[in-house]
């Protein structure tokens, strides 16, 4: 009774604010207020007009290459025992290699109704960077890609990428020069030129309405997957495992399935271990303060300077993390759990070698905790992997780490 009073307010966050319980919310310059409640406005009235709502699933389908399949996975399966299904969304055939794809062609369509003829960016790996340029490209706008010094030298081939799709990236030299100062200054920008520029943010994090609007376009992967498990199994999954950064992959799958029987499972990246201060687990290791306009768990000292996140892979690498993973935390619906570097790379070897899928090593958190905790589940457990990524950007890492 209780918990099903609990999934029934989950499902309709946020409230008018952006609040998601105590999480959420705008923490913006009063600049930016008029221009984040246009966005809400605008993008309330999008969601139910059904010409955008028709032209999103256009480009999704034949420039995205949605619907992404849902793959049963029987080698893996198999190797891990308790007569386990596993299947996996593969969102690693998507079009620039990732999720992140569904978020950049739904803001790049909205930017368009909106007017706008620029799009900003922040990048950390880049590959939100070429997601947003792509769209860019698709969408007829100039697009600008805020990216810490440091990052742009780890990852040239992103850098270049963008620059080959006509986006000027733009080195960002303060603080630690990584994501969290890229996303200081995307959002300096936005507040210089709010009226010709739409603010095109990465993932489910920042000043409402963004948690939301992120949410939505990612929720696509979860309404798929509802349908492709029913067809294939006629019942629904027992348990839905994301990775989570930002944490857009994860409540895209999630979303659709809050108010159902199913168990969900978030992993964090625990990097070199969860006790030794160098991971980016903001929920389970993290206190609640502000960041990015939101509040959220952070990562933080006790004088509330951000510390530094670390992970094997750059997608993960944020020191705070989506409002509303914060309040499914804090209810109890989903839980969190987290994967070292070394269980990323145990879970990029046993995909590749089992089923010949190079996995991003984001999802390989995720596969790398199953192949780990395979005993802990119920036999003949039906569980959904979203594999949100594909491995190509990280075989440099892969090539240099040791597994031990
Ligand atoms: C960026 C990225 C992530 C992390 O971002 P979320 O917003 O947490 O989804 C996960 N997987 C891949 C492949 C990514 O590129």
Known sequence: MRSERKTKQASAKPDQGGHFG???????????MKALDELTRAYLSLKHNSKFQKELAYYLSNYAGRPTPLYEAQNLSRALGRDLRIFLKREDLCHTGAHKINN????????????????????GAGQHGVAAATAARLFNLSCDVYMGAEDIR????????????????????????????????????????????????????????????????????????????????????????ACVGGGSNAIGLFYPFLNEKVKLIGI????????????????????????????????????????????ISAGLDYPSVGPEHAFLKETGRVRYESATDQDALLGFHLLTLLEGIMPALEPAHALGYLAKRAKNFPRGSKIVICLSGRGDKDLDVIRSAKLK
């Open 104 to 123: 950049a062609v739904g803001q790049g369509l909205l930017a368009r109704y909106l007017g706008k003829k620029r799009v900003i960016a922040e990048t």
């Open 154 to 241: 780890r990852q040239a081939l992103n850098v270049y990428k963008m620059s080959l799709l006509g986006a000027r990236v733009i080195p960002v030299d303060s603080g630690s020069k990584t994501l969290k100062d890229a996303t200081n200054e995307a959002i300096r920008d936005w507040v210089t030129n709010v009226e010709t520029t739409h603010y095109l943010l990465g993932s489910v994090v920042g000043p409402h309405p963004y948690p939301m609007l992120v949410r939505d376009f990612q929720a696509v992967i979860g309404r798929e997957t509802k349908v492709q498990i029913k067809k294939l199994t006629r019942s629904l999954p027992d348990f839905l495992i």
């Open 268 to 311: 964090e990246a625990a990097g070199k271990g969860i006790q030794t201060g160098e991971h980016a687990a903001s929920l389970r290791k993290g206190t609640i303060g502000v960041l990015h306009g939101m509040k959220s768990f952070v990562l933080q000292d006790k004088n509330g300077q951000i510390q530094l996140a670390h992970s």
């Open 22 to 32: 105590i999480f959420g919310g705008r923490f913006v310059p009063e600049t930016l």
